[in-house]
Nanobody, 118 residues
Framework: QVQLVESGGGLVEAGGSLRLSCEAS????????MAWYRQAPGKQRELVAK???????NYADSVTGRFTISRDNAKNTLYLEMNTLKLEDTALYFC????????????WGQGTQVTVSS
């Protein structure tokens, strides 16, 4: 079992920045893919960004150029640096860990709220 604990959410004005963190209960070098998802009220959960254990990254078009995902294996922590925040970035942000072990096993954090105000 993998425990994921997110932190760093909060209330920020449009144009501002936040950094989310996700601390894992295991050595994250053993996690094949880590990702950030978000879910706004009344909408489906969507992928924001993902990073493999080799460092390859992918971003949703809506955040490309504004968000940066990174992982610190020494701290077992995943990060999401969010800049130039927009009202539409308001959502509950979830950390995800996917491990390839006889199929894919997915683990989720409890989420951290990001609210962008005008």
């Amino acid at each position: 079992q993998v425990q994921l604990v997110e932190s760093g959410g909060g209330l920020v004005e449009a144009g501002g920045s936040l950094r989310l963190s996700c601390e894992a209960s295991i050595n994250i070098s053993s996690i094949n893919v880590m990702a950030w998802y978000r879910q706004a009220p009344g909408k489906q959960r969507e992928l924001v960004a993902k990073i493999t254990n080799r460092g390859s990254t992918n971003y949703a078009d809506s955040v490309t150029g504004r968000f940066t995902i990174s992982r610190d294996n020494a701290k077992n922590t995943l990060y999401l640096e969010m800049n130039t925040l927009k009202l539409e970035d308001t959502a509950l942000y979830f950390c995800n860990a996917a491990i390839a072990l006889l199929g894919w096993r997915n683990y989720w954090g409890q989420g951290t709220q990001v609210t962008v105000s005008s």
